[in-house]
């Protein structure tokens, strides 16, 4: 009889992430999950088990899988130390259940996020060139020397016209942007270190 009651327990969990995270049901909170399906959890525990279940479902929407894959994936979550799975072999039964019911919405939803992401307005191209004014009899001194001027950037969304920004620097705004660009790389490459 605890087997059935944490299997319904789990189920109802993995319906609520999905509620919460995949529909955007306000309604839906990790305290009213708590409260209706773990009472008996610490707030710790039950946070624990809520962040593992939601990445789990995110794993198995993000991977596409299908139900022989996610067997194989819950074989392999089981018998890694400390893993969703360890020592928790009901929790696959509702899960599959759950990937069955859900996967065609669930995966929907993560593609609609992901098609969301690839289609915000991005850099399309970009084109550039040097130009050189000289001064001219009569003009102002001023004006002349380099000048380069970044001709034309197009930015622009998936199946949108491109709209173009057109950007003039003299050689000590060249530079400044060149040390910026220099210090962004030096902060990426604490980070993440080249090979």
Same mark, same amino acid.
Request: glycine share 8%; charged share 25%.
């Given at each position: 009889? /605890?087997?059935?009651? /944490? ?16 529909? =955007?049901?306000?309604? +839906? ?9 773990? !009472? ?27 139900? =022989? ?16 799975? /360890?020592? $928790?072999?009901?929790?696959? %039964? !509702? ?9 065609? %919405?669930?995966?929907? %939803?993560?593609?609609? =996020?992901?098609?969301?992401? $690839?289609? =915000? ?12 004014? *000289? ?48 210090? +962004? ?5 604490? +980070?993440? !270190?080249? *090979?």
């Amino acid at each position: 009889m /605890a087997d059935v009651e /944490a299997s319904k327990s789990l189920s109802g969990l993995l319906n609520g992430i999905a509620q919460k995270v995949y529909y =955007s049901n306000s309604e +839906i909170t990790e305290e009213l999950l708590k409260d209706e399906l773990y !009472p008996e959890l610490s707030q710790e525990e039950f946070k624990a088990l809520h962040e593992k279940m939601k990445a789990l479902i995110k794993s198995i929407a993000t991977a596409d899988m299908d139900p =022989s894959q996610l067997e194989a994936f819950l074989t392999a979550q089981t018998k890694r130390q400390g893993s969703v799975g /360890a020592g $928790w072999e009901q929790g696959r %039964r !509702p899960l599959l259940r759950f990937w069955k019911s859900l996967a065609v %919405r669930v995966r929907g %939803r993560v593609l609609l =996020s992901l098609r969301a992401a $690839w289609s =915000s307005p991005g850099l399309r191209g970009l084109s550039w060139r040097v130009d050189l004014h *000289t001064s001219q009899a009569g003009g102002d001194a001023a004006h002349s020397g380099h000048v380069a001027l970044m001709g034309e950037l197009e930015l622009g969304r998936a199946g949108h016209d491109s709209e173009f920004v057109c950007l003039e620097f003299d050689e000590a705004k060249v530079n400044q942007v060149l040390k910026k660009m220099a210090d +962004i790389q030096q902060s990426i490459d604490r +980070i993440v !270190p080249r *090979t």
